[in-house]
């Protein structure tokens, strides 16, 4: 891995980029008030693939910086997953890059239609303007399976009721990285267990780890902050658990956070873990 420098003098944000064989992928990651929420562009021969457009537009406008610099066009956007600090952002990408399709799962481009606009109006009302006003409704939509673009293999999977209802895994079987959004986390930091999901998240990750095996995954991108290595499997597996058992024992969002932090004390940020219980106990709905 090399830290790319030419970006991160004007901006807030970091770049890191992946130099692989026959493609880069910079991963840009926001400063901690925005979540240190990912956005991923996989920089092909000849196009861009990116992936995911934060959650408040001066950083999206950031990512839109860092796709001007590179010079490439844009094949697609694709949004992970129904959450809105990866979807909010694409307002800003959409409106400057406007007739670049943004692609997405059909299950989360349903739940966009039904509740995206709610959600971000909810998130305005608690976070204010640089949170979307309006949403940009996916337009394409991606197939899982398998797909050969500019010479590079990717495996578009599906994975359900884990982080969030369904989540899009971007893996490059031939050069050992995965894309997983939120469905895995450093093991620093706090996870989002925004919904009750334990046990088929603790599913999902039985068959990411069968994959990473099948595939000799060395590098995972996840949704927030820097990518881990295969290594740190076992410790998103014990947050999961902790977190499950926090839940079964606490009636109230306060008891959550306090169980997780007593049986987890090394992670951070607490306001990852405080938001999460807001949602997990239903205080900031949908
Ligand atoms: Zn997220």
């Not at 929420?37 to 990512?63: H, M, P």
């Not at 620093?188 to 009750?196: G, K, Y």
């Not at 058992?245 to 606490?250: T, Y």
């Amino acid at each position: 891995m090399t830290n790319s420098t030419r970006e991160k003098k004007t901006m807030l944000g970091t770049v890191q980029t992946l130099e692989l064989d026959g493609l880069k992928v910079h991963i840009y990651t926001p400063p901690d008030e925005s979540l240190l929420v990912n956005s991923t562009v996989l920089e092909l021969a000849d196009r861009l693939i990116v992936v995911d457009g934060q959650i408040f537009q001066k950083f999206a406008a950031e990512v839109g910086d860092l796709i001007d610099t590179l010079g490439k066009p844009i094949d697609r956007f694709i949004l992970t997953h129904n959450h809105p600090d990866h979807y909010s952002g694409f307002q800003h990408l959409t409106e400057r890059f406007p007739g670049v399709q943004l692609a997405a799962l059909p299950s989360v481009r349903k739940y966009l239609v039904k509740m995206g606009q709610q959600v971000l109006d909810v998130r305005r009302s608690l976070f204010g303007d640089e949170i979307a006003a309006r949403l940009a409704v996916p337009d394409a939509v991606i197939v899982p399976g398998e797909l050969v673009i500019s010479a590079v293999r990717f495996l578009f999977q599906e994975f359900s009721d884990a982080e969030s209802e369904y989540t899009l895994t971007i893996t490059l079987p031939d050069h050992g990285v995965a894309l997983v959004a939120d469905l895995l986390g450093s093991e620093h930091n706090h996870l989002f267990t925004v919904q009750p999901n334990f046990d088929g998240w603790l599913a999902v990750l039985d068959k990411i780890r069968l994959d990473v095996a099948k595939y000799g995954i060395k590098t995972l991108i996840v949704g927030h902050g820097a990518p881990i290595g295969p290594e740190s499997l076992p410790a998103n597996v014990a947050y999961l658990e902790a977190a499950k058992a926090a839940f079964a024992s606490s009636a109230k969002a306060e008891d959550f956070v306090a169980a997780v932090k007593a049986s987890l004390p090394d992670r951070s940020p607490d306001l990852w873990v405080n938001w999460s219980s807001q949602m997990l106990y239903g205080h900031v709905a949908p």
